[in-house]
């Protein structure tokens, strides 16, 4: 591979304060315990409260991983999200600014739950272009400020919280850098996943006709489906091109949608159960967060240690998806 790599060099996860359990969400909604844990492996989850927004999320994970990365300067923020503080202005600014970071350069990726990996996209080629040195790239989001509460097919699955990376250049040589990267996207099934209103097309048309229309929406057995296929095949792909077999992998970090599309790709690609990493029964679907928070607690807790060869791939609204593999280097989760 030619030119500069992205290198990790520094992770941090977080999730806000208050948790909620199944039976908290049974209580409101035409739904269980037993329904949750069984259809999506969920068994809790942590909500931002009133006034809570993505970027008290994302500074609180930014934080930690330039902490984890033990050098607080970067060229240039990245923040994948969903779930904006404010349609306009971008996100990213503010918490580089929060973070004080000075006037780096600061912007947001949209591409739902596959964000993290657009976001990597983002950063390598931000390091691969000389125009950043050093980026650091935080998911974040605070799904539960678009679910609409009263809908129990999401309602369930989706949550808050933000996870973060630290990018340098490096050798593509080095453990911790970035191999290829698969992305891809169908926008002719871009109905899958969305807010209706809130963008340009409702605003010029008038007032949405249906309240219900700001509010996220998935048709969940379609995107079930979709999910799995694309996962399985840029998995596959992009393990090819790094030049690994399947078998070679030891630890499979998947974005966390739900437990039960992970072990249908897991086994589709026969990672088998001790090298899957997951966390969605103690946090749910977390979002564009998903992948790189998961990999903060897993490189905390011990399960995700230097040396090993990781996968990660994602999927989400757009559609969208991804993959890449890493070695995974020597940082300590904080
Ligand atoms: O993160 C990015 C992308 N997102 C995903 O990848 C998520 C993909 N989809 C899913 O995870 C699953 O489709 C869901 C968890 C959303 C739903 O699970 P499912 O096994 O596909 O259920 P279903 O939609 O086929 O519904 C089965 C039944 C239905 O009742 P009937 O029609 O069989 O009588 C639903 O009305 O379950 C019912 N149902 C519920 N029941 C209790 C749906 N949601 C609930 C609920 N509690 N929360």
């Known amino acids: 591979m030619l030119g500069r790599a992205a290198v990790v060099d520094g992770i941090g996860g977080y999730v806000p304060p208050e948790l909620v359990t199944n039976d908290d969400l049974a209580q409101r909604l035409d739904t269980s315990d037993a329904w949750i844990r069984s ?11 009133p006034g809570t927004a993505t970027s008290d999320l994302a500074v609180e994970a930014g934080l930690r991983a330039l902490k984890s990365a033990g050098d607080g300067r970067v060229d240039a923020v990245v923040l994948a999200t969903t779930t904006p503080d404010q349609p306009c202005p971008g996100t990213a600014p503010q918490v580089a600014a929060r973070l004080g970071l000075g006037q780096v350069a600061a912007f947001d990726v949209a591409a739902v739950c596959s964000g993290f990996l657009y976001g990597l996209a983002a950063a390598s080629g931000l390091i691969a272009a000389n125009i950043a040195d050093r980026v650091l790239l935080i998911a974040a989001d605070a799904f539960t400020t678009i679910v609409n509460p009263a809908d129990r097919t999401t309602a369930v699955i989706f949550a808050d919280g933000a996870g973060a990376v630290v990018l340098r250049a490096g050798a593509a040589s080095e453990a911790g850098a970035l191999g290829p990267l698969v992305l891809g996207s169908d926008g002719e099934l871009s109905h899958l996943i969305e807010v209706p209103a809130g963008g340009s097309r409702q605003r010029s048309a008038g007032p949405p006709a249906d309240p219900d229309d700001q509010y996220f929406r998935m048709l969940g057995r379609d995107t079930y489906r979709h ?13 090819e091109l790094a030049g690994w077999r399947l078998d070679d992998i030891d630890r ?4 966390q949608a739900n437990a039960r599309i992970l072990t249908s790709v897991a086994e589709r690609l026969a990672v088998p159960a001790e090298r899957q990493l997951s966390n969605i029964e103690q946090v ?34 757009g559609l969208s998806w991804g993959a890449t593999t890493l070695v995974w280097p020597e940082v300590h989760s904080v």
């Open 284 to 317: 749910g679907n977390t979002g564009a967060a998903s992948i790189p928070l998961l990999l903060a607690q897993a490189a905390s807790d011990g399960r995700l240690r230097a040396g090993h060869r990781v996968l990660l791939t994602a999927f989400g609204g």
């Open 39 to 49: 259809r999506t492996g969920i068994a809790e989850r942590y909500v931002v409260s």
């Open 252 to 255: 499979f970090a998947a974005h």
């Open 227 to 239: 999910a799995v296929e694309r996962m399985t095949s840029a998995s596959t792909q992009a393990a």
